[in-house]
């Protein structure tokens, strides 16, 4: 089998996204319906869970994701490991893939997950500095679930998502990159200043639209979706990113241009009262929880697929 890796929304075909997504769904119902159906899936099997930043739902969810599977997660940081003492990302690389099964690496900089890439089983990018894609895709499911329990069957394809915040983000770029594979309209709306890279953009070409304006962006949208203005290393641009983004934040009046249906989503962590205030968050609208269980679900497709383990599943 040849190795397939998960660094991008792009190393999975449209089909291949649904086919993962499909596998989601009959795992997350049989584990709701019968617990530890599929404990013996990764029997014999170990995944290294590598987290060079500072993670609570990533890891949760991909450690309980392994164990519940039957699997054996191996949490690695930067201290306690000799990545934490310079050891080239290579050479790690090659040691954990003599150990494990396949790798979630949670880095910052996209050449650092080059580097681990270069493993011979599985890399999934649980994180970088050019994309959430993990993320993104467990957006998709919890969206489609969403709409889904209301009678609204609709696909993802046929709707409108709107992002309000820093469209520079590794979320943002990663629902551009969503928006260009899934087929539907992306309404990103950012100060000129956070934009996405003008070659993603061109790439996504009509999926997305760009806005200064956010209640412009979420005008007549079926999901409203925003993240920290600041995320984890731009801790020296706060006050200057408090200023550009001051009046952004997804709340009730904001809210009203949406569609009546409309669903609030957050990849969480929040700073509430900044990008989303608390009523929103904990109200009706919001799916941020539902959101977050479903790393758990999707993530666990997502490493069978890529371990060549979907044929398993009836």
Known sequence: ?????FLSLSDLTFAEAREVLA???????????????????????????????ASTRTRVSFEVGVAQLGGYPVVLGLEGSQLGRGEPIRDTARVLAGYCDAIAYRTSAP???AQMATAKVPVINALSDDGHPVQVLCDVFTIEESFARTGDRRPITQMKIAFVGDGSSNMARSWVEAARIFGFQLALAAPAEY????????RAGTHVTLHHDPRGAVA??????????????????NAHRQEAFAGWTVDKWLLEAA????????CLPAHRGEEIDDETIEGPR????????????????LLVWLLGLAKEIK
């Open 1 to 5: 089998m040849t190795k397939r890796d």
């Open 23 to 53: 596998l989601a769904r009959v795992l997350k119902d049989e584990h709701e319906l019968t617990p530890g159906k599929r404990t013996s899936l990764l029997a014999g099997r170990s995944v290294a869970i590598v987290l060079e930043k």
């Open 111 to 113: 050449s650092r997950l």
């Open 195 to 202: 934009l996405p890279p003008a070659d993603e953009l061109a």
């Open 220 to 237: 007549g949208a079926d999901v409203v979706n925003t993240d920290v203005w600041t995320s984890m290393g731009q801790e020296a641009e």
């Open 259 to 266: 569609t009546p249906s409309a669903i609030v989503l957050h």
């Open 286 to 301: 919001s799916r941020v929880w539902d959101q977050a269980e479903n790393r758990l679900h999707v993530q666990k497709a």
